[in-house]
Structure formats: C-alpha cells, structure tokens
C-alpha cells in the first residue's frame, strides 16, 4: 500500500498570498497523483490529475507538479472561495490512498 | 455526469444494509467505480473500488470481508453491501466515478449517503 503524508496539517495564510501544499508519497507513483478540494457540507472537487493537469474549469492558479514521490499543489491569489480542506489521492497502485489533508485557513 | 447515493441511514452494530449509486450522463459500463468513506471530522478513506465490467474489484483492509462492491452496467447503478456493521464504519459513503476503465482519478462525486451506526 501507498502512504501519502500531506504537510502541513495546517495552513493559515491571508487572501491575496500564494501557497503551496506538500504531498509525500511512501514509494514512488510516477505522476499518478490527483488532488481534490473540499468545502464543508460539499463533496470533494477534482482539481488536479497526473500530478500537474487541471481538471475542467479549474482555473488557472492551481498549479501542480511533482513526479515519483514528491508533489505539491500551488494556489497564486488566494480568494475567499479557496479556502477549504486539499486532498491529495494516488491511483497508481490499488487501494487508492488518499493523504490526510491539509486545511487552508484564512 | 450525476452520481445519487442512497440506502443510508441508522442501524445497529452488527447490522446490515446496502449502499445504491444511480449513474446518469455517462457510458456507466465504460468507468470504473469507488466508494469514499468520511467519518466525522475526518478525512477521506477510499473503501472499495471496481473495474467497468466488474470483474475485478479491490477493498481497503479495514473493510475486507465485511464489504461487497458490485455493479449492474444494465441498470447504471453501483452497489455496496455492508455487513457487520461496527461504530467506525459511521460515515458518509460517497459514490465516485474514475477516470479511466480500471483505474484512475475521480473525477465526478455524488452527494453522499450518510451511515450512522449506534445502538
């Protein structure tokens, strides 16, 4: 089984700032990695898939990279709407693990 | 795409239920299915997941044994089959959609069937 660890647990930042989130997989999963954005009350939103493709209508400011075990999930210009729980989830090898999230605060 | 979850609700440990997933807007056959469990406060467990044609189907270990995923192409719906039902199986059971006929990203959500288990 894969492990993903997500750093941090946390993240408080101010609207208008940049963030990056950190996934870290156990063994490596190429670019199979996807990341998800989830609002309280709402099911999670498919943000981000091999590593660094935008889902549709996603726009512009999320930004993904990373390849084998280490990834990340940039956000450029915060706005009030982004702020919310990221998942980070690899389909390279079943089960499907998913990390453990990261909670971006205002 | 729309994904509808239903067949939750409140039973007791050691109980039984079956979770139901309708599909519409998309080939159902051609996509591989997942259930996506959230306890409270928590986050996201993948449970189970299945290939388009439901040949191959795959669970995490928490629930293995417990669980059946199957599918019916015929009809669009995804099923789950819970049985002996513990305190930390309470959750929302969430219905998802891959991206891909055997694996990948999941790329459309339903809304969530919610499974609370009390005595």
């Known amino acids: 089984e894969r492990m993903l660890t997500q750093s941090p647990a946390t993240l408080s930042v101010s609207p208008g700032e940049t963030v990056t989130f950190s996934c870290r997989a156990s063994?490596?999963?190429?670019?199979?990695l996807a990341w998800y954005q989830q609002k309280p009350g709402q099911p999670p939103r498919f943000l981000i898939s091999?590593?660094?493709t935008r889902a549709t209508g996603v726009p512009a400011k999320f930004s993904g990279s990373g390849s084998g075990t280490e990834f990340t999930l940039t956000i450029d210009s915060l706005q009030s709407e982004d702020f919310a729980v990221y998942f980070c989830?690899?389909?390279?090898?079943?089960?499907?693990?998913f990390g453990q999230g990261t909670k971006l605060e205002i | 795409v729309q994904l509808v979850e239903s067949g939750g609700g409140l039973e007791q440990p050691g109980g039984s239920l079956r979770l139901s997933c309708v599909a519409s807007?998309?080939?159902?056959?051609?996509?591989?299915m997942s259930w996506v469990r959230q306890g409270p406060g928590k986050g996201l467990e993948w449970v189970s997941g299945?290939?388009?044609?439901?040949?191959?189907?795959f669970y995490a270990d928490s629930v293995k044994g417990r669980f059946i995923i199957s599918r019916d192409n015929s009809d669009n719906t995804l099923y789950l089959q819970i049985r002996s039902l513990r305190d930390e199986d309470t959750a929302i059971y969430y219905c998802?959609?891959?991206?891909?006929?055997?694996?990948?990203?999941?790329?459309?959500w339903g809304q969530g069937a919610l499974v609370t288990v009390s005595s």
């Open positions: 998802a959609k891959q991206s891909d006929y055997n694996y990948g990203p999941f790329d459309y």
């Open positions: 807007g998309f080939t159902f056959s051609h996509y591989a």
């Open positions: 299945i290939s388009g044609n439901g040949g191959l189907t």
């Open positions: 063994q490596t999963i190429s670019r199979n």
């Open positions: 091999g590593a660094s």
């Open positions: 989830q690899q389909y390279h090898i079943w089960p499907h693990t």
